[in-house]
């Protein structure tokens, strides 16, 4: 796994008006308010953070399949926000996505091959016969039967049409692909085979993922590094293992300790988190997540963190962090 | 298919249908063919809807009605299909447009539709091509807005944005994916213009705005006997059943129509 | 100690094709005041459904085809609606996975609290509104006197599940079901309605059902727990021993494809195949087509739910040692 990126947000941000029906300038909701990310190429990124974060937002700002607000998304030096419809088209040959909802993100009226093969007609590739052999393969790599091209989404049970999902994302022989919750939708038995079909499909094929989840058992699972977020912005960025051993920011902290163990005699540590978690669209100002840190100090109020690189290369924003201050 | 309304629907439909195509085969008598030495005769072997005031048969021209009729039906299903799936799709899948498009349509809504109806055959003139015209404005606006919510619904879809991902034009997703999936209430909505078309019909051939005479249709031959209707009821009552079985049967059309295509039903 | 709940042999069936393989086979399990039963299953087991049955609250479609279902040993399957009603919302009472949907979001929040303590407690309406504003301290919303007339969507998920647990509450009950109750939850709030239950069931020593497919969650709070699955028992026992000693295939299984948190990383284990539809359930063991024990034996008839030892059962010719497996 090399360190050189392969895409890359800057300074990104994406603010939804809310349409009111009152006069005046509408408050805008701040899904996602200043990131910068980059994802290394062949690592499985996750991103997690609770309702409302921006993680999805962020995961379909990455393939542009919304419009900045501001900022860049790199991929391989190019920047995607400059480019005209056209040339997005073809840089998104390389960028997909798989969705959470494997009933609503399946067109009923149309066929699994055809679901597939319409990767290959909008980008005139291939003649009809070979169109149907590279479905044909899709479908192998994850696992469906041929015949299944010809039959229709609601023929299949959950777990199969998220496979065709996949294979829809897998068409175009991608590099990086999103998964918006992939495997949340689906039954625990099933989560694990499509985990295992993932991580398989990363190492035949050299995959980058963006892995968005608010699962943490799985994530830690699957993903290389991780990414924190919380209203809007990254609040911290580690190494899988670093981060579950030890959790720096905290909100991670409380995140982590959150969730339900694994075994009945394994001691829970709760960081009760107080509160609710404020609206986007009145972000507090200074640190965003002081209002409910245990940690918080006056000065927490007046300045917002940046993401700051710490010593064991892990990345969190928060100034009690950063000058070392912060307590265990 | 258990759904009785449904095989009823169809087949009063089907029936009127073939009655009309097969007008030639199937009519007696010319319909156009006055004959002053039975006039008023009542419904016997050789008429059996009886004759008119000009002494033409009433079943040849209820037959013939019904084709002129069943036609005007069919283009205006026809020209709101087309210009309200269309205004519909437009104004739900681009948001700037939608604006513009439905405060249009509500403005065309805000008439009654016959009263819009009467006023447009008044005075674009009376026939069967005028007819059509003002029963086609007077019905697209609502089916412009069913066609919008669905286009609304299912433009929010994911798999939309999947098609998206993979690089589809906005075109290629609106007919493609979007319309597809949002024609359901549209073909409901036709089946029940269709109905709304022929009582119009009848309705503007009432007041003197429809189709002229001689050419026979349900309403104007409702309405050249009006001043029959004590001593002649028969000469009013046939195409007035003709009417409601025509209406009935496509009523019970689109109610079962609507069950059938409810996706949520197939699964 | 009486069991709060006690069911036997709970059979639901179709109404209009009895002959149509069952929805829940043979259910058997009680609750003990005092004690959490936890119900895992995916979906397909019929979880939700055996809540509806105990409640009373089946749909048309289903009927109780036979068992037993015994409330603080009052006997209500095949009665008829008032004896059910005559319990519920009194000595048992349920809560839901979506709050959105299970409050009435015309009325106040305060006006749904009250009115079942009208109804169901017989409180003036001084009184009612009294205990009302007590209830959400007991749940520990913040600002109760003014939450007490806010609309539930004026409200967090988090904030809404509370005010169910609060309106359960309300009549004091002596079992409490949560079907999913944290489900649709994010994880910092599922922790504090995980805290807030355990800690209201200690406290009035409430006899509570929670049926999940989270096993964090069972590990977190149940006392005893059943496994499902497609409609039959699969095992039961102290949680400790499910996840020490889970005997059933499907146990082991469901316990080794959820990634351990806790444990260093390793492949997750998959089981081949689908939960069966209602329409075509295997003859047999239920799970045999996906079992890798599988035997011919496995086939013919569903195994019985056998003691392994004191407290902890499981239907599984495997796990009783009646199959000789090849090694």
């Known amino acids: 796994m090399s360190e050189t990126l392969l895409i890359e947000a800057r300074g990104v941000r994406k603010h939804f008006p809310v349409r009111t029906t009152s006069f005046g300038p509408a408050p805008l909701v701040r899904a996602v308010d200043g990131v910068d990310l980059g994802i290394r190429k062949g690592e499985t990124l996750g991103l997690v953070g609770e309702s409302g974060c921006g993680k999805s937002t962020l995961g379909r700002l990455f393939l542009r399949l919304l419009e900045p607000t501001s900022g860049e998304i790199l991929h391989k030096g190019i920047d995607l926000t400059s480019l005209r419809r056209k040339e997005l088209r073809v840089q998104r040959r390389d960028l997909q996505i798989i969705f959470q909802d494997p009933f609503g993100s399946l067109n009923p009226r149309k066929t699994v091959g055809a679901i597939i093969a319409e990767a290959y007609a909008i980008h005139g590739l291939g003649t009809r016969a070979e169109r149907v052999r590279w479905v044909a393969q899709t479908l192998d790599l994850v696992s469906l039967p041929r015949e299944a091209a010809q039959r229709y989404p609601h023929e299949f049970s959950g777990g199969q049409r998220q496979r065709i999902g996949i294979a829809r994302a897998l068409a175009l022989k991608p590099e990086f692909i999103v998964c918006d919750e992939a495997v949340s939708a689906l039954d625990v038995s099933v989560q694990s085979q499509i985990i295992n079909l993932m991580q398989d499909l990363q190492q035949e094929l050299g995959l980058t993922y963006l892995f968005i989840s608010h699962n943490l058992a799985v994530v830690r699972h699957i993903s290389t590094r991780i990414a924190v977020m919380y209203l809007g912005r990254i609040v911290e960025l580690a190494n899988a293992d670093a981060l579950f051993a030890r959790p720096v920011h905290p909100y991670t902290r409380a995140l982590l300790s959150a969730v339900p163990v694994s075994h009945p005699d394994l001691p829970r540590h709760r960081h009760i988190l107080r509160g609710d978690v404020p609206s986007a669209t009145a972000v507090p100002t200074g640190c965003r997540f002081a209002p409910r840190c245990a940690f918080a100090e006056p000065r927490c109020r007046e300045t917002d963190p940046a993401l700051a690189t710490l010593d064991d290369g892990r990345a969190v924003a928060c100034i009690r962090a950063a000058d070392g201050t912060l307590p265990d | ?267 | 100690m009486t069991d709060v709940l006690a069911v036997e042999g709970l059979t639901v069936r179709l109404t209009a094709h009895p002959d149509r393989s069952s929805i829940l086979d043979d259910v058997s399990f009680s609750v003990a005041a005092g004690e959490v039963l936890g119900i895992v299953g995916e979906s397909g087991s019929g979880k939700s459904m055996l809540a509806l049955s105990v409640m009373g609250l089946l749909p048309p479609a289903l009927t109780i085809r036979a068992g037993r279902i015994a409330v603080l040993g009052d006997e209500l399957a095949g009665r008829s609606r008032q004896a059910w009603r005559a319990h519920r919302g009194r000595d048992m009472a349920m809560i839901f996975q979506e709050p959105m949907t299970s409050l009435n979001p015309v009325m106040r929040v305060g006006a749904q609290i009250t009115e079942v303590l009208r109804w169901r407690g017989g409180l003036g309406r001084s009184e009612a509104w009294q205990r009302a504003f007590e209830l959400l301290e007991q749940v520990e919303i913040p600002s109760p006197r003014s939450r007490l007339n806010a609309f539930p969507h004026e409200l967090s998920g988090g904030m809404r599940q509370r005010v169910m647990i609060a309106i359960a509450l309300a009549a004091s009950p002596k079992l409490l079901i949560a079907d999913e109750p944290s489900t649709a939850l994010d994880v910092t709030v599922q922790a504090q309605i995980l805290d807030l239950l355990r800690n209201l069931q200690r406290q009035s020593g409430l006899a509570m059902i929670l049926i999940t497919h989270d096993l964090g969650v069972i590990a977190e709070i149940a006392d005893r727990v059943m496994v499902l699955y497609a409609g039959r028992v699969a095992e039961t026992a102290p949680v400790r021993a499910i996840f020490n000693a889970p005997a059933h295939p499907y146990t082991q299984v469901l316990l080794g494809s959820i990634p351990d948190i806790d444990a260093p990383r390793s492949r997750l284990v998959t089981i081949p195949g689908t939960v069966p539809d209602a329409l075509h359930m295997p003859p047999g063991c239920r799970f045999a087509p996906r079992c890798r024990f599988r035997q011919p034996r496995c086939e013919h008839a569903p195994p019985a739910l056998r003691a392994l030892s004191t407290d902890h059962k499981a239907a599984c010719l495997y796990a009783s040692g009646e199959l000789a497996v090849p090694a």
């Open chain 2, 1 to 267: 298919m258990h759904n009785r309304s449904f095989v009823l629907g169809v087949s009063l439909v089907l029936f009127v249908a073939l009655v009309a195509i097969f007008a030639d085969v199937l009519a007696p008598y010319d319909p156009l063919r006055s004959n002053f030495r039975t006039r008023f005769v009542a419904p016997n072997a050789e008429h059996w809807f009886g004759t008119d005031h000009f002494g033409r048969d009433l079943l040849s021209r209820v037959i013939y009605g019904g084709r002129v009729s069943l036609t005007i039906g069919f283009f205006v299903v026809l020209v709101t299909g087309i210009a309200g799936t269309a205004i519909g799709a437009i104004a739900g899948y681009f948001r700037r447009l939608d604006n513009p498009l439905m405060r249009l349509m509500d403005a065309l809504m805000a008439f009654p539709a016959i009263l819009l109806a009467i006023v447009i055959s008044a005075v674009l003139g009376a026939s069967i091509v005028n007819v059509v015209i003002a029963l086609s404005i007077a019905t697209s606006p609502h089916t412009a807005r069913i066609v919008r919510g669905s286009v609304l619904v299912v433009r929010e879809m994911e798999y939309v944005e999947a098609g998206r991902a993979l690089g589809a034009s906005e075109l290629r997703l609106l007919f493609g994916h979007v319309l597809i999936n949002a024609l359901a209430p549209l073909i409901v909505r036709l089946t029940y213009v269709f109905a709304i078309a022929i009582l119009a019909e009848a309705v503007l051939s009432y007041i003197g705005v429809g189709p002229p005479p001689p050419t026979p249709t349900f309403g104007n031959i409702i309405a050249g006997e009006r001043d029959f209707m004590e001593t002649a009821p028969w000469t009013m009552i046939f195409p007035g059943l003709a009417i409601v079985i025509s209406v009935l049967g496509l009523n019970l059309l689109g109610d079962g129509l609507r069950d059938v295509l409810d996706p949520r039903m197939k699964l």
